[in-house]
């Protein structure tokens, strides 16, 4: 097949400018300011680093790690938003971008003028752009609003519109930024139907998401970004779950983890993170460290459907609990809850404990199929009002493919009969 995107040896270097004075006024009290000690010192940083791969013609691919590792400055050098500070980008085929909310409309424009606006961008005449008109509208379900000017949209509203033009205007490259996040849950459906279907016409996708559950499902390959440099490039899979690993601490050979491995902070990213806090709780007991165990109370970090998983949750209290409640939660990479059980509901009361323990929690023959998981561990007092300690989604593990039933979300183990 032909290549449709190339990077050889890509970098891209920024520079950080102080202010300068606008005013002469400025410039005059300025001469009496002492100066800072690293004022002549060079500013400029690397975002990216000697990036090298190749994109084919129809392949799907996507670009994940964690905020500052560099995905939005390559998405950026893609759409010549920006240009290579070393190196040669060679792209064949027409680009459609749904990158930052609302980029390519002006706000004074309504939003039928916008759709005009960005078609020509694009090359496309005014009467193929007046073709697809409706079908542009309809898709964002603008019907009411199209002549209304953009700036009074809501963010989905520029979402809807956003995405309705990158994908009505032909493209031959679609790139989709995890702006899509920001629209509701059917439309998100919505557009991920139109991306499949863009896949089965031919027309290259490149996806950058935090969700790794759309990216095993919708993508060949991925290429992990870390610190402005290709980490791992390779099937999507295969990738997804070394990123898992190594977002939470782990590492194939073993499936130990320690709290204090859940703060990845990094003091070299650029972008910061306004995501929830993963652990909480008043502190009277601790979730020391959590332990997916083998048949044989091996460590282990994967399963194949059937096979037994157990669970070990080490906590200490520092003084004597009554009846405390420990429990866990399984969601799938997408988010879907998959199970919530706890010693409560299975009728196991604690008397109490103090000091240190571990509760074991065995699944004998495993339900769930193929996909990445991330289970939360929790203890609370016995009415369920006191969070003692809750760790959320913290502690992922995989369930590798099974043969026999390679569909949906877990196995019923029926039994098929005919007559």
């Not at 996909?371 to 300690?389: E, I, P, R």
Request: proline share 4%; charged share 25%; glycine share 8%.
């Amino acid at each position: 097949m032909s290549i449709a995107i190339r990077f050889e040896n890509v970098s891209k270097k920024f520079s950080i400018q102080r202010t300068r004075p606008r005013f002469w006024q400025d410039r005059l009290f300025g001469m009496f300011k002492p100066k800072p000690a690293d004022e002549s010192a060079d500013k400029s940083f690397w975002v990216l680093r000697d990036i090298n791969f190749e994109i084919e013609q129809g392949e799907s691919i996507s670009f994940i790690g964690v905020n500052g590792a560099g995905k939005s400055t390559l998405l950026k050098l893609l759409t010549h938003i920006i240009r290579p500070t070393t190196g040669m980008i060679e792209i064949n085929g027409r680009i459609s971008a749904l990158l930052e909310l609302g980029t390519g409309f002006h706000p004074d424009l309504t939003g039928r003028e916008n759709i005009y606006l960005n078609g020509a961008i694009l090359g496309l005449k005014r009467t193929e752009i007046k073709r697809r008109m409706d079908e542009i509208i309809g898709f964002a379900e603008l019907e009411r609003f199209i002549d209304v000017p953009v700036r009074n949209y809501s963010s989905g509203m520029y979402v809807r519109l956003g995405f309705s033009v990158a994908i009505y205007t032909e493209p031959e490259i679609l790139i989709v930024d995890e702006v899509l996040a920001v629209g509701d849950v059917a439309f998100q459906r919505k557009c991920m139907d139109q991306i499949n279907a863009l896949k089965r016409r031919g027309v290259t996708i490149i996806l950058v998401t935090h969700a790794m559950g759309s990216v095993e499902d919708m993508c060949q390959r991925a290429v992990w970004l870390d610190k402005g440099r290709i980490r791992v490039i390779g099937e999507a899979e295969s990738v997804v779950r070394q990123y898992v690993w190594d977002s939470y601490g782990q590492n194939p050979a073993s499936s130990t983890v320690a709290t204090d491995a859940t703060d990845n902070t990094d003091d070299t990213d650029v972008e910061e993170s306004n995501e929830p806090p993963k652990r909480w709780g008043s502190g009277e007991v601790a979730i020391e460290q959590v332990q997916f165990l083998s048949a044989d109370h091996q460590p282990r970090d994967y399963y194949k459907t059937g096979e037994t998983m157990t669970l070990a949750m080490h906590y200490r209290a520092e003084k004597r609990v009554e009846k405390p409640v420990f429990g866990i939660a399984i969601h799938r990479s997408d988010g879907t809850h998959v199970t919530g059980p706890n010693t409560k509901f299975a009728g196991h009361k604690i008397p109490y404990i103090e000091g240190d323990g571990v509760v074991y929690y065995t699944v004998p023959s495993l339900s769930l199929l193929e996909g990445t998981y991330y289970v939360t561990v929790v203890v609370y007092d016995y009415k369920l009002k006191q969070m003692f300690d809750y760790h959320d989604q913290l502690y992922p593990f995989r369930v590798v493919p099974w043969k026999d039933e390679p569909y949906g979300l877990l196995t019923l183990n029926g039994d098929w009969q005919i007559q």
